[in-house]
């Protein structure tokens, strides 16, 4: 009796009269068993949701205010370090109308030709970087999405690496390089740093773009535009690219950060950007230096904010002409 009892537990459930077909009942448990688990952690949160609202927000507002103050402490530090005297303790905004003025001395009398040419060069190298990238990248992606490969993991592993190398061991590497460049084939001018900012940014914009690259159907976009006559520059650029807004959106923002805030290579290098300049200026003028390291990161932050706010307009504007 009892070898009978298990048995009809692993045997087929069969309704001849509504003509249901056979179902392990042990795979159906373990199936019903694996979505409950599953959705315990949901089940548990929209109970707490719906039992306590307010405990609910209150917790979510409680992490929300925690994580703004982890961020924003430092910098309200680095707004009373710019405008109040360490030694007196005199309250001055010497050093922002120094910076908005586009003065060429501060208070102090330290020239400040030095920090706008670092933050020309600066602006510069952002553009040259997100050109060059872009360049670099998007007909690479593009043609390993064609045709997958093996080389597909090596790419992704070359473009990853800068990832593993800190910035101090890039420079032993590219040191003899620049030398060469200086010498032979170009100048010392910093624009020519964007060849090796390009070297720093290719985990971001890699990620960025592969993200972009994953969410649209390339191949059949560009099989269905070379079959009606579309050149390969008219399938990258008409076709292609306007696809990838976001995606060239977030990766140039991303090189922009990147490069606005880049030190090391700069300065082991002996060329000028801004942070180097900012440096240079902190030793006779801390506190315009503090609030001009305060603006390039407010300017950081709200380069994120705007491509935040970009991605999600493109996407509404998306999901709205899909339907």
């Known amino acids: 009796m009892g070898v009978k009892e298990e048995h009809s537990l692993v045997t087929p459930a069969w309704d001849a009269g509504e003509g249901v077909a056979p179902v392990n009942t042990l795979d159906g448990v373990a199936h019903a068993s694996a979505d409950a688990s599953a959705d315990a952690p949901r089940s548990r949160r929209t109970h707490l ?3 306590h609202p307010m405990l609910f927000a209150a917790y979510q507002w409680g992490i929300l205010a925690l994580v703004l103050a982890f961020l924003f402490i430092p910098l309200l530090g680095m ?7 360490p030694l007196t303790g005199a309250w001055t905004a010497g050093a922002w109308e120094t910076i908005f003025s586009f003065s060429g001395t501060t208070a102090s009398g330290t020239d400040m030709s030095l920090l706008w040419e670092g933050l020309f060069n600066s602006l510069a190298l952002s553009l040259f970087t997100v050109v060059l990238m872009l360049a670099l990248l998007l007909p690479t992606m593009l043609a390993l ?3 997958p490969s093996k080389l597909s993991r090596v790419v992704e592993f070359i473009c990853l690496l800068p990832l593993a190398i800190p910035a101090i061991v890039l420079v032993v590497g590219l040191a003899p390089i620049y030398r060469f460049i200086s010498i032979h084939v170009f100048n010392t001018h910093p624009i020519w740093l964007g060849f090796a900012y390009t070297i720093l940014v290719l985990p971001f914009a ?3 773009l592969d993200a972009g690259f994953s969410t649209i159907p390339v191949k059949t ?3 269905a535009s070379r079959s009606l006559g579309a050149s390969w520059p008219t399938v990258m650029l008409r076709v292609i690219i306007p696809n990838l807004r976001g995606a060239i959106g977030a990766a140039s923002f991303i090189t922009i950060a990147v490069v606005l805030g880049e030190f090391t290579i700069a300065s082991l290098l002996n060329r000028n950007n801004l942070q180097v300049a900012i440096f240079q200026l ?4 801390s506190m315009t230096a503090t609030a001009l390291a305060l603006l390039t990161m407010v300017l950081g932050i709200v380069l994120l904010m705007a491509l935040e706010i970009v991605s999600y307009e493109l996407k509404k504007k998306r999901e709205k002409n899909g339907k």
């Open 49 to 51: 949701e719906g039992e």
């Open 79 to 85: 707004l009373i370090f710019s405008v109040r005297f």
């Open 145 to 147: 999405k064609i045709r």
């Open 206 to 208: 890699y990620r960025a």
């Open 221 to 223: 976009l560009v099989e």
């Open 282 to 285: 902190g030793q006779d003028d």
